[in-house]
T-cell receptor
Framework: QQQVKQSPQSLIVQKGGISIINCAYE??????FPWYQQFPGKGPALLIA?????SEKKEGRFTISFNKSAKQFSLHIMDSQPGDSATYFC?????????FGTGTRLTIIP | GAGVSQTPSNKVTEKGKYVELRCDPI?????LYWYRQSLGQGPEFLIY????????DSGLPNDRFFAVRPEGSVSTLKIQRTERGDSAVYLC?????????????FGEGSRLTVL
């Protein structure tokens, strides 16, 4: 199975709040788990990535939590800002290919 | 240029026509990828080049799709006998080395509309 399931499809969070997006995968051969941010009319840009040998990675306001046994990982955005409003994609990598989730449209409201 | 450049940014064609989409990767990047993104979906892998050779073309949907990278830099995605279902944004990405040591840098894409 190559699917990566992402939820929620859309998310509205108040400024200063925590945004949480979840993903689940099935293929245990995946060994790289990035999150990409995409603004309208632009290509996806790497936000943060993790490998399965660690359970958490933090970069600034962005944190990935990874649960290898459950085959799940999530993105947490702390102190969410209006500039974070974008579509977020999780992905799972194996053999040079990334399999992307279906995306979460995040809207940060004042 | 500073980033991955894709041309044209928009292409409208008629069903049955031939289309070429071009990708200029970041200078020095040896790995180049093509993905396809349909409306409301995540990017879907098409093909991966390491240097001049296609290392993995398992994502190409059928034999109407073909891609080349003759000198290990610029790549062209070619679509023959276009169908309405080919309408999507075609994304190109490059990476310094391939593998997960380097991130993928995506271009802004070529939006293809088949009427």
């Amino acid at each position: 199975q190559q699917q990566v399931k992402q939820s929620p499809q859309s998310l509205i969070v108040q400024k200063g709040g925590i945004s949480i997006i979840n993903c689940a995968y099935e293929n245990t051969a995946f060994d790289y788990f990035p999150w990409y941010q995409q603004f309208p009319g632009k290509g996806p840009a790497l936000l943060i990535a993790i490998r399965p040998d660690v359970s958490e990675k933090k970069e600034g306001r962005f944190t990935i939590s990874f649960n290898k046994s459950a085959k799940q990982f999530s993105l947490h955005i702390m102190d969410s800002q209006p500039g974070d409003s974008a579509t977020y994609f999780c992905a799972a990598g194996g053999n040079e290919k990334l399999t992307f989730g279906t995306g979460t449209r995040l809207t940060i409201i004042p | 240029g500073a980033g991955v450049s894709q041309t044209p940014s928009n292409k409208v064609t008629e069903k049955g026509k031939y289309v070429e989409l071009r990708c200029d990767p970041i200078s020095g990047h040896t790995a180049l990828y093509w993905y396809r993104q349909s409306l409301g979906q995540g990017p879907e892998f098409l093909i991966y080049f390491q240097g001049t050779g296609a290392a993995d073309d398992s994502g190409l949907p059928n034999d109407r799709f073909f891609a080349v990278r003759p000198e290990g830099s610029v790549s062209t995605l070619k679509i023959q006998r276009t169908e309405r279902g080919d309408s999507a944004v075609y994304l190109c990405a490059s990476s310094p080395t391939g593998g997960w040591a380097g991130e993928l840098f995506f271009g802004e894409g070529s939006r293809l509309t088949v009427l």
